[in-house]
């Protein structure tokens, strides 16, 4: 088992982080990170089954949305190495949003995963992208 | 809060009672319990957003979808009597599927809810429909 | 079903609010909020059972310990109005910790809870309560 | 991430599984798996952090129980070959019953488990032992 867990509080309401992050098919948030979304197939962003392709190398599916919980579940089904399908499989992420009602409020955001094979350099990569993501989340959300 | 908590064994693979419950506008292997499903707005079944009135009168909503845990949230709207909107509320209703994989195999079924308000006539109608379900299940995928 | 959710982010590392928290017999780091801790029985502040009396009127059972999560649940057996054993029933009360990783760091405390009967001023009364815990959670282990 | 899940069905209210599996130090109930367990350290058998000897061979320590849910999880902290601390890390172990309320009733139990490195052999040994301990469960609490 590999494992990445990254998280970060953001000055912006729940409702609105979710409203971002839960469409699989729109990373335009993320504009430093992900210079490209492939759409493939015909399932909408919200509809677990959606499938797409990050900056040309990273096939995604969604396999679980959550508006109640303001969670999402999704696999890596080929990547660039160290995350390729030789490398790992059962690659999982999660995000996952939650209210800060106290103190200085914001929201929480998890960003977190797990797979087979390839620990350590595929934790490192991941982490790095995440993390990245976050930042750029907090970055556009905030600004 | 209210709650009801069903279960049953079905013997059919995990896979196949799934692909039967996952499509939130398809009820047609419940035949004796739901006599009529429309489907309301352009929300595929499997998308969190559809919505279905069932019998006419049980207004629902998918929440959440996840096909790795073989997992759904929904919630009533408006229902009959317990369960109208003006005796209950925040009614989520819960269904959960997984593998027996030894002794007899099979598969296990949890279907169970809770909801603000009207909690014990509720409780006592929701589990003669979730029961009856359940053992509808069972009978349609065994024979 | 009652309702009632709270949360904060700590400026503290999550082993150092987790290990604050984890002992169900020691609220000593909420001197303002609990002035009493009466142990009852002879199981352990971190065992499954444990019981205990706060400011000699809310009578507590501990029903889980997760060191893994960093989560516990426990009840409300008995307590003042609105939360009285004839007023509410099936009391449980949660708390989550987990780690902020990136941006400004700490970490992220949820306190929420659900119950059967007594909604409204059930929920006003226990959202205060831990509103109160939690910055005072904050305030001691900021300082 | 090596995974391996194992579950069954046994003729007994869930309360009774629950009561029998709950207790970290006795594993009275699997003569024919586990000859032998040696408590270590002083905490009760319901208490996280307890620790244990099975067989002279598995060193393990409890991490979470949860009365209301009817879980626990644990870690191997060591063992023989190939679940040696040289072979696998961030070993958990989780138990989980639920009741099966409609049909047949009787108890559905899960016993399921993840870890980082030697994923192949270490699934296949830990599916034989985990396969075997449920067998011996359903035989003891059913004769």
Redo the contacts between chains.
């Keep these: 088992?590999?494992?990445t867990?990254?998280?970060?509080?953001v000055n912006t309401p729940a409702e609105a982080v979710w409203e971002k992050l839960r469409d699989f098919h729109d990373l335009s948030w993320a504009p430093d990170v992900i210079t490209n979304v492939d759409v493939v197939g015909d399932?909408?962003g919200?509809?677990?089954?959606a499938r797409r392709v990050l900056n040309g190398a990273f096939h995604e599916t969604l396999?679980?949305?959550?508006?109640?919980?303001r969670?999402l579940?999704y696999s890596i089904d080929e990547g660039p190495s160290p995350v390729s399908s030789g490398e790992v499989s059962?690659y999982?992420g999660h995000v996952r949003v939650?209210?800060?009602?106290?103190?200085?409020g914001?929201t929480?955001v998890?960003w977190y995963s797990?797979?087979?094979?390839n620990?350590e350099s595929a934790a490192e990569f991941c982490h790095g992208i995440y993390?990245g993501l976050?930042?750029q989340l907090?970055k556009t959300l905030e600004h």
Tied chains: 1, 2, 3, 4.
């Design positions: 088992m590999g494992k867990y990254q998280s970060i509080v399932k909408a919200d509809q677990p089954g396999h679980a949305l959550d508006d109640d919980n969670e579940t059962s999982e939650r209210p800060v009602t106290e103190g200085d914001g929480f998890e797990q797979w087979k094979g620990d993390a976050l930042e907090k």
